[in-house]
């Protein structure tokens, strides 16, 4: 699992929540974040397997939209998304 990092923080979680929310993720291991929320989306989830940095232009290559700081991804092990 993967979990957004953003710029600016909740005063709830310490997590960011702002424009930039997906530029950076990290792994979190293989339990779902407490009190998050998953996006689905394989081609996000593919690509963190390789980074964890994107720009904005990456992110709307991979279909993703609108981020919060409360979000999370599932690792994609298929290449063909």
């Known amino acids: ?3 957004v990092v953003g710029s ?3 005063p709830v979680c ?3 929540d702002s424009d930039t929310v997906g530029s950076q993720w990290e792994d979190v291991g293989s339990e ?3 009190d998050c929320t998953e996006v689905k989306n394989e081609a996000l989830g593919f ?3 390789k ?3 994107f720009s904005a232009d990456d992110l709307k290559r991979l279909g993703v939209r ?3 700081y409360d979000n ?3 690792e994609s092990k298929l290449s063909n998304y």
């Open 1 to 3: 699992m993967f979990d």
């Open 8 to 10: 600016e923080t909740c």
């Open 14 to 16: 310490g997590k960011g």
């Open 32 to 34: 779902p974040p407490k």
């Open 47 to 49: 690509e963190l397997r």
């Open 51 to 53: 980074t964890m940095y």
């Open 66 to 68: 609108k981020l919060r």
């Open 72 to 74: 999370y991804v599932r």
